[in-house]
């Protein structure tokens, strides 16, 4: 099938449609929450929840990282075998539930904690592994190119999550209580996934014996890895800026990376929609898989570059809008997270060197960045706290941009579009200079961010 066809088809474009409101709608409620949940635990409740994701973030990367995109990729290829493979991909997460938790309460005990923070680290534990079920499901819709299941059961999630974590809140109960809110809604998204599942897609065969599951989790390493090292990029900060400093600074970072991850949302929504349409086009026509990446990577550009100056300019009004005056100190950390959304083109690089093998190649390289990130943490969060550890991530991610572009580029023997990028960043200066002269007549900034 050639691209236009494909596009045609508005398979690409309904996935990431369904996806990016759906997650448009779990972000406005989300912000309504944090909004909330920061007036009423204040940076020292929110640093608590943050050091509990970000543990619980890395001791799932025990739990078969790479079986999904094993699943995506080859399923998107010939739909039988999803009956097999979800069954077993299920199997073997669920035998890896008792390693994950040693694994949560070893790392909890070796970075002496205080007393009230476990028992939320362990519940988010329960959290994640639950997550890790629902992203095995989560695949099958993938697969299938029918993310608006995705979707759907996502918003359920958000919303039950919402109600009753404002509900805790309301009745001013604990924070671990609020904890819990999150357990309840990540057990209605299971339920609803599994059984959206079942009717519409395929009933999970568990036949493929323990040295068929062997099999597959070896194969599904390469990709684990890549899993792995992009969730420790992604919760590093908040892990490193919690063994250094006090649990108030942990939520001054996470609250800015929040923020800047609500912004990726588009071009993760749009990640997952090309994957298997890479992966199909990759196994039968070459000419349709370069037209597809060369617009994939022109829209993120044209995306990432103002997203980025954008957020430098006018973070820290959104800061104050969305968590209050006390978490003034998160401002400075997010105009240097908003550099990293000048690379938001990585997004279609890693699918592409997913769909065409070259995920040894991805791992190595984010491997490199991950060690840089995490040297650069060492050296700088003690210094500089929450401010380094974004300075970190900044460096390590960019630095990734330029290697993967080029590999693609070559892969698919495509020059690299610099007279792109100049135009881009040319109009990026001109928005810049027009945000700026606007901002100092006076002109109410939440319209010159719509703008």
Known sequence: MSVIARLASNKIAKNTSALMLAQMASRLLGVLYIGALARYVGTQGIGVISTATSVAGLAILLVGPGLDTLLV??????????????????????????????????????AHYPADTLPIIYTYGVVYLLDALCSTLASVFQAFEHMEYDALTQVVRDAV??????ACIALHWSLLAITLASLAAQVVKLLLMSAIV????????????????????????????????????????????????PASEVGIYSSASTLVTMLLLLA???????FPAFSSLHAGESHGLRRLYRLSYKYLLIIGFPLGLGTI????????????????????VIKILGLYLFALVGYANGPLLNAVGKQRF?????????????????????????????????VAGVSTFFVHSAACHRELHLPLPWGTMARVALATAFMGLATVSALELGVNWPLVLVL
């Open 198 to 245: 079942r009717r519409r897609f395929l009933r999970p065969a568990f036949n493929a014996g323990l040295a068929g599951r062997a099999a597959l989790l070896v194969t599904s390493l390469p990709f684990g890895v890549l899993l792995i090292l992009h969730t420790v990029q992604a919760q590093l900060g908040s892990f490193m800026v919690s063994l250094y400093r």
């Open 268 to 274: 993760g929504a749009f990640s997952t929609a090309i």
């Open 161 to 166: 999550n919402v109600f009753l974590s404002l």
């Open 313 to 332: 300019l006018l973070g820290e009004q959104v800061i104050s809008l969305v968590y209050g005056d006390r978490f003034a100190a998160s401002a400075p």
């Open 73 to 110: 990729r080859d399923v998107a290829v010939e739909r039988g075998r999803g009956a097999a493979y979800a069954g077993n991909v299920l199997l073997l997460k669920l035998a890896l539930a008792l390693p994950f938790f040693g694994l949560l309460v070893v790392i909890a005990r070796l």
């Open 362 to 394: 991805f791992a190595w390289t984010q491997a490199l960045a991950v060690l840089l990130n995490v040297a650069l943490c060492v050296v700088m969060v003690p210094r500089w706290g929450a401010s380094g550890a974004a300075t970190a991530m900044v």
